[in-house]
């Protein structure tokens, strides 16, 4: 099949090329999953000039070829070609970094997207993508138009939170997100076999992600939840600089390590002027369902105590309860499956605020 899809790319050039991207060897990274195909093709030169002809003509060649459904082609950028000189940068002074040269891209709008909020952490495993995916439904629950991008790559997580295992159309050359609870969902793991890893490098990642926020048939949104990746890598750094991010809500559990991570991550928002909406401790205490007694299993209150330090707004905690895990492994998170219960409260008064932070409410 890999040599159907390189037979049907055949041809295919660049304008100012004598060789084709097959000849020229611009195409990599082919990977099948069912009647899925993904690859890369590395854009030649500095410039992105019939990049997006380019891509529609290859979509449509490999469409055309039995036993593919859907192609996801990630553009890359070749890092040894020569690159055109850059306009002097305009220096940037402010008290909390250094003084240094605003090297950001400009972060263009996104057609009918009033909001992007960014819910991020500076590690894993502290209940992000939870989060994110409950503050996503209870600000559905406030009557908002609402997306939900899951930009982690390597471990996607909404299919499973979200209990969805179809594939988005793509039409006309853009994704249709699918639908779940009324909000509009895409992720790579959409594209991908749970099991299967992404063995990707940067540049894929990077392109790929920029591909979900922008070719993705949103319509029209009050908000976009992006759940990002954990850390502050390459990946976050282009999604910070090159998104027009209304604003980011850091989760962190209580513990002392984590708190210096979601420290980390947001400062990487600050540094590229991205607002910081507040802090949410996840995982802030235990209650036993039998006795009733209090376990601060990760510490307690130190989200909270970090946002006063450094001058954000605490916008509350979300106790460790079997109940969010267990519903979010069923693929019904807890604010739909118990919307009137004490945790789904917690993340609708979170979300309240958030929601007037961003103006789509009073407060």
């Not at 854009?43 to 192609?71: C, F, R």
């Not at 939900?148 to 939170?161: E, K, M, N, V």
């Not at 209650?287 to 007694?293: D, K, L, Q």
């Not at 601060?296 to 954000?312: M, N, Q, S, T």
Request: hydrophobic letters at 45%.
């Amino acid at each position: 099949m890999k040599d159907k899809v390189i037979e049907a790319l055949a041809g295919i050039k660049f304008a100012g090329m004598d060789q084709d991207i097959v000849q020229a060897g611009l195409v990599s990274d082919i990977v099948f999953e069912g009647e899925k195909v993904i690859f890369s093709i590395t854009l030649p030169g500095s410039g992105t000039e019939g990049a997006g002809e380019v891509q529609k003509k290859a979509e449509k060649a490999v469409l055309s070829l039995h036993g593919i459904s859907i192609a996801l082609i990630v553009l890359t950028v070749d890092k040894k070609a020569p690159q055109a000189p850059k306009p002097m940068p305009k220096l940037k002074t402010k008290p909390d970094r250094p003084v240094g040269p605003d090297m950001r891209p400009e972060a263009g709008a996104i057609p009918g997207i009033k909001n992007i909020l960014a819910v991020a952490s500076g590690k894993g495993g502290v209940g992000k993508s939870t989060t994110a995916t409950n503050i996503a439904l209870s600000l559905r629950s406030l009557g908002l138009k609402v997306g939900l991008l899951d930009a982690d790559i390597y471990g996607p997580s909404l299919p499973r939170l979200m209990g969805i295992d179809e594939r988005p159309e793509i039409k006309d050359g853009r994704i249709v997100p699918l639908e779940q609870y009324d909000i509009k969902i895409m992720s790579m793991g959409f594209l991908m076999q749970e099991d299967n890893p992404v063995i990707w490098r940067g540049p894929m990642i990077v392109s790929a992600l920029m591909q979900m926020v922008r070719e993705v048939e949103w319509g029209e949104l009050d908000v976009l939840v992006l759940d990002m990746p954990p850390g502050t890598g390459d990946a976050q750094l282009t999604l910070a600089q090159q998104v027009p991010l209304s604003g980011a809500v850091i989760v962190s559990t209580p513990q002392d390590l984590a708190l210096i991570d979601a420290r980390k991550g947001l400062n990487m928002f600050k540094s590229v002027d991205v607002p910081i909406l507040g802090i949410i401790e996840n995982m802030s205490t235990f209650i036993c369902p039998h006795c009733g007694e209090q376990s601060d299993i990760f510490g307690h209150g130190g989200a909270e105590a970090e946002a006063r330090k450094l001058g954000v707004m605490f916008l509350g905690d979300i106790p460790l309860h079997m109940d969010i895990r267990h519903y979010s492994d069923e693929g019904k998170p807890v604010v739909v499956a118990e919307p009137d219960s004490v945790h789904a409260d917690r993340y609708k008064k979170i979300s309240m605020k958030v929601a007037a932070l961003l103006g789509e409410v009073d407060d």
